[in-house]
């Protein structure tokens, strides 16, 4: 490990849930919080908000799997309030509180969680059977912890909230309208007035951070996936909802990373010059390129993805059934999700089952880059996918849709890869077919090439621009200078997004439930 170390401080990494099946993101975080805790930063936390009741499973699995490594735990809210002695009111219970406090019902219909034969949650949906207007929590000795209501205005309908924490008797204590307001009471009675540094990924939970500032918290935000969707008939930018306030608000963080240059250039683009802005790139730990055999059957391909809409899996497997017309190709396909029925479909119109196998999900399918010839790569956007990086170390030869961000960074076209327009099928069924015909010699060369590509992705290499950005984030917090630009980044950031204008994309529907 780098003999790099980190700025002395709590190390917090932020996502909003974690299991065992995740992908890229968590994988990525995961290692980068391993590698931290062992270049300096001691222990680190990895903080969870969503409703999960298993997390001390999750965290002996990832251990398990290799993923979870170093002095790194995982902790929920939930649990950890579970923990928290919260006394009774000294002036009893507020007519303002009582009057709000009107918890899930054994009579309501609702979805209950436990753990180990204890309650821990109930969560009442709207009619949709998806939207959901309250969860309750529960200590493990049956009295009620907490009680979130979303639909205070009208009983059945979104809106109006009142969140309200208990006492150890299950009696109401405090009273939040603001979920923000409550994360950030949940952050400062977590940590104190110990200097902390909280690393947010998640684009849910980032938004809790947007107005978090305590002279003791040093906020980061990466910003992992695109932020654009596309582009309007006029030319403004369609900016992601989802990440719509965290890129708004840029100025409110302490410091943000993106992954490229690239998405450095358009977030700069919205909201303008932004010095708490830098580029720091995901982490990999590589293989010794002399471990890595070159020479390989060069007719395997493999797709390493979850089946979700974004991740657009049907496309390689359409892209490898026009390829088979000609060349006798195989596929390996790894990954399982919600868009299984779509790459299925496609399995049955391409009758995809002579040329391609799918596993199904497998925590060691990004092994088989080291003996598979290329991989396809088909999302509509990335930051910098892992499944890129660790496949072009193996000597896998990517051919990948020409998409924001990531793959145009890395991939030379024709030297250590293929870059193909975006959708384009015929397109990448051509470069799979031109790769089975190119002299030997060539496609060692790409895979050499490749190789060399992704070196600087190093763990050390990746550790020690932390390490720089980190120390100057910290010594910047407390200068009155820094300030000051701050100050005037915030009031030209918010010039230069509505000159710019960007089109705010649809509100995706909410997640079916797991």
Not at 252 to 279: C, E, Y
Not at 465 to 471: D, I, M
């Amino acid at each position: 490990m780098s003999s790099t170390v980190l700025p002395t401080s709590n190390y917090v990494s932020v996502t909003w849930g974690i299991r065992t099946d995740s992908g890229g993101l968590t994988v990525t975080l995961l290692h980068r919080a391993g590698i931290m805790s062992l270049s300096g930063a001691g222990h680190v936390t990895v903080l969870t908000f969503d409703n999960y009741p298993d997390y001390d499973q999750v965290e002996i699995e990832l251990r398990q799997m290799g993923r979870l490594f170093g002095d790194v735990s995982l902790r929920n809210v939930w649990d950890w309030l579970r923990s928290e002695q919260v006394p009774a009111r000294a002036t009893g219970v507020s007519t303002a509180i009582e009057k709000a406090f009107t918890p899930i019902a054994d009579s309501d219909s609702y979805e209950s969680t436990s753990r180990g034969g204890h309650e821990l949650s109930r969560t009442r949906y709207a009619a949709d059977d998806l939207t959901v207007l309250q969860v309750d929590h529960f200590r493990e000795d049956g009295t009620l912890m907490l009680s979130d209501r979303r639909d205070f205005r009208e009983r059945g309908v979104r809106g109006g909230r009142r969140i309200i924490l208990c006492d150890l008797q299950g009696k109401p204590y405090k009273m939040w309208k603001v979920a923000n307001e409550f994360y950030h009471w949940l952050l400062d009675r977590m940590n104190g007035k110990t200097p902390t540094t909280y690393i947010v990924d998640s684009k849910t939970a980032v938004n809790m951070f947007v107005e978090y500032r305590r002279r003791n918290a040093l906020t980061v935000h990466v910003i992992q996936g695109a932020h654009i969707e596309g582009v309007t008939a006029d030319g403004r930018p369609i900016l992601s909802e989802a990440r719509s306030k965290s890129i708004q608000n840029l100025p409110a963080f302490d410091l943000v990373a993106t992954l490229t240059k690239r998405q450095r250039k358009d977030v700069t683009d919205i909201v303008g010059a932004s010095p708490n802005l830098v580029v720091i790139p995901n982490s990999v730990p590589l293989p010794e390129p002399s471990s890595i055999t070159l020479e390989r059957p060069r007719d395997r391909g493999i797709v390493v993805a979850a089946f979700v809409p974004r991740k657009r899996v049907h496309l390689a497997i359409e892209a490898a059934s026009k390829a088979h017309l000609t060349s006798a190709i195989h596929l390996d396909v790894y990954g399982d999700g919600e868009s299984k029925p779509e790459v299925d479909a496609m399995v049955e119109s391409t009758n995809a089952t002579r040329f391609a196998t799918l596993h199904g999900y497998s925590t060691t399918a990004l092994g088989e880059t080291k003996t598979a010839s290329f991989i396809l790569i088909t999302s509509e956007t990335e930051g910098t996918p892992l499944v890129l990086l660790e496949g072009m170390a193996a000597g896998c030869i990517p051919i990948s849709f020409d998409i924001p961000y990531g793959p145009s960074d890395i991939i030379v076209d024709g030297v250590n890869g293929f870059l193909i327009p975006d959708g384009d099928t015929d397109a990448m069924a051509a470069a799979i077919v031109r790769l089975q015909a190119l002299p030997e010699d060539k496609v060692l060369a790409m895979r050499a090439a490749a190789i060399q590509a992704v070196q600087s992705f190093n763990d050390a290499a990746v550790l020690e621009l932390w390490n720089t950005e980190l120390r100057k984030a910290w010594k910047h917090k407390t200068a009155r200078w820094w300030r000051a630009l701050r100050k005037w980044q915030a009031t030209h950031a918010e010039k230069s997004f509505a000159r710019r204008a960007p089109e705010i994309g649809a509100k995706l529907p909410p997640a079916p439930r797991r």
